[in-house]
């Protein structure tokens, strides 16, 4: 980063002065730097215009999944999703961002039980009684990029699964309520494991969240297998993702050799995922995508 001068324009964007705008926010990320923690750069902080248009690919991206969960029941393959989340992001005037990323068939994730993440829809691929599924959306709007995942619970689900994707959902709240400015991911990441713990459950260590809004995937990389006070400094404007995948055995998991793509538990016990995008405030968090 190139030095700049206290009267030229400041880096965010604001047409202000440096020194009346982000000199301070700089000088307290150095010092913070200097004690050794890992520290965002300017490239992954958003400015006020950014986060307006992040905003409009949220939306998008809400709307998508909300119409999955209008339409989604048993007996339905997941290629059908495939289609209701094509259709809606792009009657929209989305694009969505699976799509052919990094050669990635499908527009949708679509994870059923001992499927951790990154499942292919597919025709052959049925909907049952007693499944739980992840459907992951990710939307491109005007270059801006959005992103989260729910579960779903397909008819009689059993007390053992449903237990696993509630408690999923509460490791996600119990991170964010960890999210604020001059804090650190890994105070979001322990609250996350902390909970999934005392539940009995492991969280997947190789796979995690990232920053997201400019590209789909961006830094910081973000694990829920960190000890709070560690990893990233949080700051105002940072948007990322906490998307944990939480498994009832062991944590480890296998990559499908045939599609490239597919996640699986190593034990084959269900898995369970949901993931928001939260945006950092001045005063603590904002959910931009859920
Ligand atoms: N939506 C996933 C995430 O949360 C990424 C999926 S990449 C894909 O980061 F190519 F499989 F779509
Ligand atoms: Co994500």
Known sequence: MSKIGRNDPCWCGSGKKYKK?????????????????LVPDHSIIKTPAQIEMIRKS??????????VAEQIRVGMNTEEI??????????????????????????????????????IPSEEMILRD?????????????????????????????????????TVKECVELGLQQV???GFLGDMGQAVNDHA???????????????????????PWVSYVTKAGEDMLMVPGM?????????????????????????????????AQWEIMVLVTEEGHEVLCY
């Not at 705008?21 to 923690?37: M, S, W, Y």
């Not at 495939?82 to 992001?89: H, K, L, P, Q, S």
């Not at 009995?200 to 961006?218: D, K, M, N, P, T």
């Not at 939480?246 to 296998?254: C, D, P, Q």
Request: charged share 25%; proline share 4%; hydrophobic share 35%.
């Open 21 to 37: 705008c982000h000199e301070e926010f700089d000088e307290r990320i150095a010092l913070i730097k200097n004690q050794g923690h």
């Open 58 to 67: 949220c939306q998008v991206n809400i709307a998508v999944l909300d119409r």
């Open 239 to 271: 948007i990322f993702t906490i998307e944990p995948m939480v498994n009832m055995g062991t944590h480890r998991v296998v990559c499908d050799k045939t599609d490239g793509w597919t996640v699986t538990t190593a034990d084959k016990k269900p898995s």
């Open 180 to 182: 604020k400015p001059w």
């Open 82 to 119: 495939d289609r209701i989340v094509y259709e809606t992001t792009t009657k929209m005037g989305g694009i969505p961002a699976p799509l052919h990323y990094q050669g990635y068939p499908k527009s949708v994730c679509t994870s059923i039980n001992e499927v951790v993440c990154h499942g």
């Open 130 to 166: 007693g499944d739980i599924i992840n459907v992951d959306v990710s939307t491109i709007v005007d270059g801006y990029f959005s992103d989260s995942s729910r579960m779903f619970c397909m008819g009689e689900v059993s007390e053992e699964k449903r237990k696993l994707v509630q």
């Open 197 to 219: 713990k005392a539940n009995g459950y492991s969280v997947v260590r190789e796979i995690g969240g990232h920053g997201v809004g400019l590209a789909f995937h961006e830094d």
